[in-house]
């Protein structure tokens, strides 16, 4: 199959909001009843839940709890607010490459959820775009809720709307599972990987 | 192990001519003594080879057969010189994130090697930068001179020195023991991947 037509363009991404990551205005255009996952359950990207809003990372979400948050994921050391803000800066001029979406529970100002999709670009596969999912977390308060898979699926279409040719990830196999729901496959291409420090 | 001291910052690595992907200058400071899969031959970052340059991507790599070579890797398509370009200066409006290197053979202008360094910032392991070594191809007539080596250990220390928590990559199980010479690991960790086109 060629490459399908990509609905959206980069500088619809691009937000001028310097707090905002993304603009995520975009997300509320995903079709819900076209995931590779149904989800027979009364949850959607618009809306995830009673008092919950799936959206862009903002530049303040790091006082509603977003390292703490990470923090249930692995391991993110004593990060001051000052670091994350100048992370989030640094992101933010480059637009295009990290989409970090998190669900807020409203009701308490905390961030209860978050995923994110990197983009690489590419001169192959004619000059094409790349997408991999990084860092799905639920907070643990609020798991069962199907929130998880609102946020795989969420970035797995959102990297298919962006033109990309394919979506990686990496996992403990005990999750193959859990992503082959959204139709990722467990190819013959394996793994490798270098640490330098933890 | 704690972060380790990075000796480059961003800056060093934002290059103002349009027509350069990355400052290589610094590609000239990594200590070849240091290299995790000691050369015992006689080719380094400074001398590939006779003739031989290894350096940063540069836009009128295009007209030295770039795409030619990236299609001994994979599909390419038929990508237009002002496609490439476009991709280029998209490359290049993101600083700090693609990091392709080329090895070119003066003596016929022609690009006989490539491989990339993409880097994803997080807000995971202290604010880290993670690494992820992409693409790498040696010319069907260059091969034999460890062009392929000095390649994946360019990008891999290069990950390291720009301050990379971990590098990474997904590779055929029969270039396992090759990945392995450069001390990446093949976990439990899997890999799973959505193809939306080819």
């Known amino acids: 199959m060629e490459k399908e037509e990509v609905g959206w ?31 027979n359950y009364s949850i959607s990207i618009k809306n995830p839940g ?12 790091y006082d509603k709890g ?29 637009p295009g490459i990290h989409y970090i979406m998190v669900i ?10 978050s995923g994110t999709l990197v983009v690489e670009r590419k001169f192959t596969h004619n000059t094409a775009l790349r997408g991999r999912v990084e860092d799905i977390v639920v907070h643990s308060n609020y798991r069962g809720r199907h929130l998880g898979n609102l946020i795989v699926e969420t970035a797995t279409v959102l990297s298919q709307k962006l033109g ?19 139709e990722f496959e467990n190819t013959s291409v394996i793994f490798m990987s270098k640490r330098f420090y933890d």
Chains 1, 2 share one sequence.
């Open 9 to 39: 363009c980069l500088k619809d991404w691009i937000c001028d909001k310097d707090d905002v990551l993304f603009n995520d205005s975009v997300l509320q255009q995903i079709d819900c009843t076209h995931l590779s996952c149904y989800m």
């Open 50 to 61: 009673p008092g919950l809003v799936l959206r862009s990372l903002h530049k303040n979400d």
């Open 66 to 94: 977003y390292m703490t948050l990470l923090g249930q994921l692995t391991r993110t050391g004593d990060v001051t607010k000052e670091r994350f803000e100048a992370q989030f800066d640094a992101m933010k001029q480059c």
């Open 104 to 113: 807020e529970d409203v009701s308490n100002a905390i961030i209860v959820g």
């Open 164 to 182: 990309c040719y394919k979506t990686s990830l990496d996992c403990l196999p005990s999750l193959k599972p859990f992503y082959e729901k959204f």
